[in-house]
């Protein structure tokens, strides 16, 4: 049984610092009014609330004295209120912690919606919104791409592969957005592009309006080998090809474009990453 005095208790302690004890005693208040039924059902676990209450104290010092504020008190009562049920997630945890303790800072803004986009998000969504914050571009890419009907006529239709994910394993600090020559262009570096598993969290962040095309970053030190491994891609072997036409030659399906995008985090995702990604 969770013991939510306790809980009240790591944010309001006797090793806390002089000028955050009424911040910390004011965001006890709202823990107990928030988290009182949550915990008598069973919602709220007592390591979890525990892990979110130290996170929250340790957030709470960060903050420069000449900047803490208690005018968006209630604001984090509704930031605590809508982290109720992702606390069983370990980086939504966290950002909710950081989420609360910007609400003290006067130093950031914090917007209504922040906690309700948190409350959308999954763990692996969570983890995708960190790794767009740290690599600024990630590149999606995919084929259009024509193949014979099996019939007398060999008609032929559009088709499209799947979309698949790319990053640069360093720092990705060049783009060039057009007039590139061909050398630059044709260049790749396989060793450093990693592609990784992120369709339903991208999905998600692309529908909750945090990410963008980046219209000025359509070059990027990934590009090339993006655009070379699709190039490669057997086509054969995706799961959409008929069976009849598994075994036919590679070059009965001709590539009609190589889609190539990158992608940004939007003003909104992106004042919101550097507050709880940070």
Known sequence: MTDLNNIVKILDNDNLSYAIKPLAQGIGGIFQFVFQKPIKYGIAKNAELESLAKSLQSNLEEIP?????????????KVIEDSIYK????????YFAKLIAKCFDDRYEVHPRYSELLKSMSGEDAKLLQLFYDKQVIIKGNIKFKTPLVNENENRFFNYTPE???????????????????????????????EIYIEKPFMTL???GLIQVAKDKQWTPVTPSVNHILQKQDLRELASIPSGLKSMPLDTFTREEIIVDSYELNSIGYDLASIVCS
Do not use: C, H, P, W
């Open 206 to 208: 692309d529908n909750l």
């Open 164 to 194: 698949r994910f790319f990053v640069y394993k360093e720092k990705m600090d060049s783009y060039i957005s057009r007039d590139y020559d061909s050398s630059v262009r044709q260049s790749y570096f396989l060793d450093k592009t990693e």
């Open 65 to 77: 004295s000449d900047n803490r504020t208690d005018a968006n008190i209630g604001l984090a009562g």
């Open 87 to 94: 606390l069983s997630e370990e980086t939504l945890r966290e």
